[in-house]
């Protein structure tokens, strides 16, 4: 079973999330609600989030300051960052957005088709990449097994129906891939084509180790490191 991608969304004041939820709500994805910035990063402590829908002004912990704190963690300086905000700003406040480590920035009211698309993109591609990890973590497992073990007919023949497998589910997930980086070559979103960048550089890596413990390749312990 596929599991949902968690989003976070952080404003200070109960009728804006609500609006957010009603927006988002046609993705199917878990929305994770925090009222502060200290709540937020709570959040971050223990769960994973595909995505962060950051208000900018917040008493206490601005988003800004909220951002800084998530970019300084390791486990979450990764997580892309939407910021809203209410204030008329220029192109000085924009950019200090930017400077926050924050993907995109979107003026209220904003168009919620528009913010539902974007935040539709960065969920494709955290979807994609723990496919990957998957995919990584199974071609681990079979290599320590066939390495432990070569001792019988049956596991002969297990690991090479295994790799047919992977092998078959890593071509579905680089088929997505490739319809996601058309997509985005359509956007133009700049952080979101980097991601895509990024996952396809794996998902070629992961090729290049299934391909290299195919029968006959003599490759059956260069598996190449997946970060």
Avoid at 49 to 61: N, T
Avoid at 202 to 212: E, F
Wanted: aromatic share 4%; hydrophobic share 45%.
């Amino acid at each position: 079973m596929v599991q949902k991608a968690k989003i976070l969304l952080v404003d200070d004041r109960p009728e804006n999330l609500l609006a957010l939820e009603a927006i988002l709500s046609a993705l199917d994805q878990t929305l994770v609600r925090a009222s502060s910035g200290e709540e937020a990063l709570k959040a971050l402590l223990t769960d994973d989030f595909a995505v962060i829908l950051l208000d900018v002004q917040m008493p206490g912990m601005d988003g800004f300051e909220t951002a800084a704190h998530i970019k300084r963690r390791e486990r979450t300086r990764d997580i892309p960052i939407i910021f809203l905000t209410a204030i008329n700003h220029g192109p000085h406040h924009t950019f200090r957005g930017y400077a926050a480590g924050a993907v995109d920035y979107i003026s209220k009211p904003f168009d919620p088709w528009v913010l539902r698309a974007k935040v539709s993109v960065f969920v494709d591609l955290y979807m994609k990449n723990c496919q990957l990890r998957e995919q990584a973590s199974l071609l681990r497992l079979q290599l320590e097994s066939g390495q432990s073990g070569r001792g019988g007919a049956i596991e002969a023949q297990e690991p090479a129906g295994i790799l047919a497998e992977l092998s078959a589910r890593l071509a579905a997930v680089e088929e997505q891939a490739e319809a996601l980086s058309k997509q985005l070559d359509e956007s133009a979103d700049a952080a979101a084509v980097a991601t895509a960048a990024h996952l396809e550089r794996k998902l070629t890596g992961l090729r290049r180790a299934l391909d290299a413990l195919e029968p006959g390749t003599g490759g059956a312990g260069a598996l190449p490191a997946q970060g």
